[in-house]
Structure formats: C-alpha cells, structure tokens
C-alpha cells in the first residue's frame, strides 16, 4: 500500500469518526422545537454564511424543494433569514438572525463544554500537536471548502 492509499484510509476513517464525534457532540442538545435537519442547516450556516439555497441544498444532499421548505420554516421561527442579492435581485442569500446566532451560540457553548471534557486529560503537547494537524488539513485538504 501506496502512502497515498494510506492517507485515503486513514482519511476515511476520520470522516467517521468526526461524524460520530458530531452526534455524540449534539445528540442531548436542547434545541426546542428545531429539527435535526434544521440544526444542522442553521450549524452550517453558522460556519459560512451568507449562502445560497441551493448551496445548502448541495451541502446537505436535500432536494431545493425540501431545502427551500426548511429555510421558510426556520425563517418563521425567526432563525435566519434571507437577503437579496445587491447586484441580482433574483438572487438571494441566507443567513442566520440575531436570534438564530444566539441560538447557535447556546449550542456551540453546549458542545464546547463536552469537547473539553474529551480532551481534559489529553497532554499540551498532545494539544499543539492535534491543532498544527487541523491547520494542516485547513490548508490542504479542505481548502477547496472553504
């Protein structure tokens, strides 16, 4: 096995793992009456934004009816919301509300609170090491992403 075999292995396993970190992370957050698929559009919006529709719809891998019907939703509960496009107006963006930001807020805090229990006894060292890996992956692997 090639090194880059290893990597893609070695990457696929992290995906993984990040997506089983990410339920552990979220699965006894309050979030009132938000949807799971709902906290998940408003946490990514909370990372990039303001987005498109149909770039939440790609993100997501939801159909643009189902997407456009849970932005609306989110919309009346007065989480985000949308603006139109300076130089199209047929165009708009989405982004979270002063309430959805709050909101996120509140959640982010909740899964802080738990990452620093997964790493309280993890050496500084340990910690240097993990974060210049991050920055690693930040600038290569998912620079596309971003």
């Given amino acids: 096995m090639d090194s880059k075999d290893k990597l893609f292995g070695q990457m696929v396993s992290h995906i993984a793992a990040s997506h ?8 006894g957050m ?14 990514f919006l909370t990372v990039k934004q303001p987005i498109t529709l149909s770039e939440i719809s790609e993100c997501k891998g939801i159909s643009m009816p189902n997407t456009s019907r849970e932005i609306r939703k ?25 309430l959805g ?16 229990q997964q790493i309280e006894h993890v050496p500084e060292v340990d910690l240097a090491r993990i974060s210049e890996a991050l920055e690693v992956l930040g600038t290569t692997i998912f620079r596309a992403n971003s």
């Fill in 30 to 43: 309050p979030m009132d009456d938000i949807t799971p698929l709902q906290y998940e559009i408003m946490e």
């Fill in 101 to 116: 930001e709050e909101k996120m807020g509140m959640a982010f805090g909740h899964m802080r609170q738990l990452f620093l």
């Fill in 74 to 98: 989110l919309t009346e509960k007065g989480l985000c919301e949308k603006i139109e496009d300076r130089e199209d107006r047929r165009k708009q963006y989405i982004r979270l509300s002063s």
């Fill in 20 to 27: 089983q970190l990410h339920y552990d992370m979220t699965k």
